[in-house]
């Protein structure tokens, strides 16, 4: 993301400003000047940045902070706060409720993505649970309605739609009334691309929106306009009165932070952000978990969420839950996981909500496209094992090489990567073992198989660990030398983690040493 280069410089600006031995206004006023600056290059509105600058140095007195309190942390946090207000309108965004017709009618301006965002945000409720339904009512663009039908038969989406039919308005209608009938509970209506000079469009605008009654009206706006986007979203704002935003292509425009915050100070709800072409590249936006995620943070919750609805949550892992309770992890279970992987979009994007994930990941040099090719190498050898085969736990394999020999020639692939991938699956297994099983780290902390069903946290109920089991696990992790410091309960930072996932203990490396080594084991064979 083009965007993580603002996030990179206010990430430094903090950092260097951490590290300084004197915390005085000098250095603060330092920090601050390349915050703003960084801002300003992102097309974020000098007014707003002059706001912004005005109310962190009204949030932070140096000489009124208490000698108890860590003044770097304080500003950190004043950063933070003031830097999500930028990008918060403090207004809720209208959700859908499941059991009764939910009509969301698109407008905005031509070329900024809204026939695509229609599919995007229809496949994006379809995967919650939501019988989701599209309709074209474009009628001026050439070639709008052979768009969202091959976006609507791509990602299974159910339209409508007319290529004689040349009153959108008459469309919209019959297309609603049409779904209403069929009990649908997301019905999205894409409209005309329009600017706000263009006054007949604009009264076509209102007369669908008079004739479906949508109960949330959504305005698509390109990124890439940057601090325009204010003129805009208030000229549309005035026409059809919408309840929230789209902002697309945040992935390519350095002017995202501009638009974001230009698109706030209108107080209308951004409810969801495009971060790339393909159908799954939809983000619910969140002002709080977006500046963490920005700043390198992460967005834990963002993360559990993500995996929840690309896995199917706990209900599809089942089988592998039971396997890991019991210390066992079979070829198989390594190809769902790599599938799911695979499901949950680039590598990149799950680093991002990963704290500390995303710095780590550009000093690998690790390139989305090359991991994806990789990826799906290493599941075009699982494909060409029998079902015995992935039912074990490669110890055929070793007993018969020639096995070796007849998944590589079935794959395409070479016999060296498919022993490379045999390697990393018994260092996956070995860390499995020390985890569940009778001796495991899971039963020495409480858990045990068959106590509860915390998806990757066996033992564990549904609701997280109980405080008893947080308490066995603070202690397992003091003996282990990872207490952490005052206030943090006992739980180990994040450089003191990736040394507990990196750090070996019988089996050979560990789990950042297992992902390094089946990323960057797999290029051989073309």
């Keep these: 993301m083009v965007l993580g280069q603002l996030g990179n410089r206010i990430n430094n600006a903090l950092s260097d400003f951490t590290k300084s031995n004197v915390v005085d206004d000098k250095a603060f006023d330092d920090m601050l000047k390349v915050i703003c600056a960084a801002l300003l290059e992102s097309d974020v509105n000098v007014r707003l940045v002059q706001s912004l600058r005005k109310s962190i140095k009204a949030s932070v007195n140096l000489d009124n902070i208490p000698t108890t309190a860590n003044k770097k942390k304080v500003i950190q946090k004043a950063v933070f706060d003031e830097l999500t207000k930028l990008v918060d309108s403090g207004v809720e965004p209208y959700k859908p409720r499941k059991a009764r ?61 007319s290529y004689t039919e040349a009153d959108p308005v008459r469309i919209a209608r019959e297309g609603v009334e ?85 698109v706030a100070a209108t107080k209308t709800p951004i409810s969801f952000i495009g971060t790339g072409e393909h159908m799954y590249d939809l983000e619910r936006f969140a002002p709080q978990s977006f500046v963490s995620k920005l700043l390198g943070m992460g967005d834990i919750a963002g993360l559990i969420e993500h995996v929840k609805t690309v896995t199917g949550g ?34 990149s994007k799950m680093a991002s909500m990963i704290p500390g994930m995303s710095q780590m990941m550009s000093g690998m040099g690790t390139d989305d496209q090359d991991t ?40 395409g692939t070479t016999v060296r990567e498919v022993e490379e991938l045999l390697s990393q699956h018994k260092m996956f297994s070995g860390m499995v073992k020390r985890v569940g099983g009778k001796d495991g780290l899971a039963s020495r902390m409480g858990g045990g198989a068959g106590a509860g069903g915390m998806p990757g946290m066996p033992g564990m109920g549904p609701n997280g660990p109980t405080p008893l089991q947080m308490r066995k696990m603070q202690e397992r992790m003091a003996q282990m030398g990872l207490g952490g410091g005052p206030g943090a309960g006992g739980m180990p930072d994040m450089s003191q983690l990736m040394g507990m996932l990196g750090g070996g203990g019988g089996g050979g490396g560990g789990m950042m040493d297992a992902m390094r080594n089946l990323m960057g084991g797999m290029g051989g064979g073309r």
């Design 178 to 262: 049409k779904f209403k009938k069929e009990k649908f509970e997301i019905i999205i209506v894409d409209t005309s691309g329009r600017h706000r000079q263009e006054k007949e469009l604009f009264k076509e605008m209102v007369d669908i929106s008079q004739a479906v009654q949508p109960d949330q009206t959504i305005m698509v706006l390109d990124a890439s306009i940057g601090q325009a986007a204010e003129a805009q979203a208030r000229a549309f704002k005035e026409a059809s009165d919408f309840g929230s935003i789209i902002i697309t292509k945040m992935d390519g425009d350095a002017r995202g932070g501009g638009a974001l915050s230009a």
């Design 372 to 411: 994806s090719r990789r990826l799906k190498r290493l599941l075009y050898i699982m494909d060409s094992m029998t079902e015995k085969e992935l039912d074990s736990d490669g110890i055929c394999f070793q007993e018969q090489p020639e096995r070796m020999i007849r998944v590589a020639r079935g794959s």
């Design 101 to 161: 017709p939910n009509v969301i009618m698109f407008v905005g301006l031509q070329g900024s993505g809204k026939t695509t965002s229609c599919t995007k945000l229809a496949l994006h409720y379809q995967r919650r649970g939501f019988s989701a339904c599209m309709v074209c009512a474009d009628t001026f663009r050439a070639g709008a309605f052979d768009q969202l039908k091959q976006n609507a038969t791509k990602a299974r989406i159910p339209f409508f739609g």
């Design 314 to 347: 706990a209900d599809n892992n089942k089988e592998m839950m039971k396997h890991i309770e019991q210390g066992k992890f079979t070829v198989r279970d390594m190809r769902d996981q790599l599938g799911n992987l695979m499901k949950m979009g680039p590598l």
